[in-house]
């Protein structure tokens, strides 16, 4: 199956920072979701993106699909931010069937 | 639009007793998924359903996992003759399938403990 690596693996920040999570596959994908795990376990979907770039308040996510990664970009960051962030493809050729997860950023914000 | 719903939130069971869980999805969504979570690690798929089709099984299903999704609604899990290594954080999500704008939406999980 295809690979899904994620960087950095822990994070720790200080609120108000800003920060930058990377996530690489090793093949070609048709879609990629970011989800957001809070620390009571719900996983949250923040973008569908395969491609270019989304905006949502202070998270955006770009995707250069040809060069196989993905970035989310956290400004201004608040304690309710922590948690693990995952991103997550599907098998080449899938249309939404079986995704694949990396093993996740834990981010940590402090007041 | 409810959100995903799974029960039990948490289940404790001894080894070698069979469970089983339930996920309503969000009632629009054709497609329905089973995942698997440790500690520390990302969500492993499971499974997969298209209205009442099973569509898709990971090899980390096994003869010991059942799913079912009779009328195309809510699903349940079994899992029988339980074993330590099945403990875990047991996922569902659904999707509306027909376009490729579906992002999944996840449940709270049941989070399963077998001593």
């Known amino acids: 199956g295809i690979q899904v690596e994620q960087s950095p693996p822990d994070l720790i920040l200080q609120e108000g920072a800003n920060s930058t999570l990377r996530c690489n596959f090793s093949?070609?994908?048709?879609?990629l979701q970011w989800f957001h795990q809070n620390p009571w376990g719900q996983l949250i979907n923040l973008f569908y993106?395969?491609?270019g770039t989304k905006q949502n308040g202070r998270l955006s996510a770009t995707t250069v699909a040809t060069e196989r990664y993905s970035l989310l970009y956290i400004s201004s960051s608040q304690t309710t931010d922590s948690g693990v962030y995952f991103c997550?493809?599907?098998?080449?050729?899938?249309?939404?069937?079986?995704?694949?997860f990396g093993r996740g950023t834990q981010l940590t914000v402090w007041p | 639009d409810t959100g995903v719903s799974q029960n039990p939130r948490h289940k404790i069971t001894k080894r070698g007793q069979n469970v089983t869980f339930r996920c309503d999805p969000i009632?629009?969504?054709?497609?329905l998924y089973w995942y698997r979570q440790t500690l520390g690690q990302g969500p492993e798929f499971l499974t997969y359903?298209?209205?009442?089709?099973?569509?898709?099984k990971s090899r980390l299903l096994s003869d010991r996992f059942s799913a079912e999704r009779p009328k195309g609604s809510f699903s349940t899990l079994e899992i029988q003759r339980t074993e330590q290594g099945d403990s875990a954080m047991y996922l569902c999500?659904?999707?509306?399938?027909?376009?490729?704008?579906?992002?999944?939406?996840f449940g709270n999980g049941t989070r399963l403990t077998v001593t």
């Open positions: 993106i395969p491609s």
């Open positions: 359903f298209q209205n009442e089709a099973q569509l898709e």
């Open positions: 009632s629009e969504h054709n497609r």
């Open positions: 997550a493809v599907p098998d080449r050729g899938s249309t939404l069937g079986r995704l694949y």
């Open positions: 093949d070609s994908v048709n879609n």
């Open positions: 999500a659904s999707s509306l399938g027909m376009t490729y704008n579906s992002p999944l939406h």
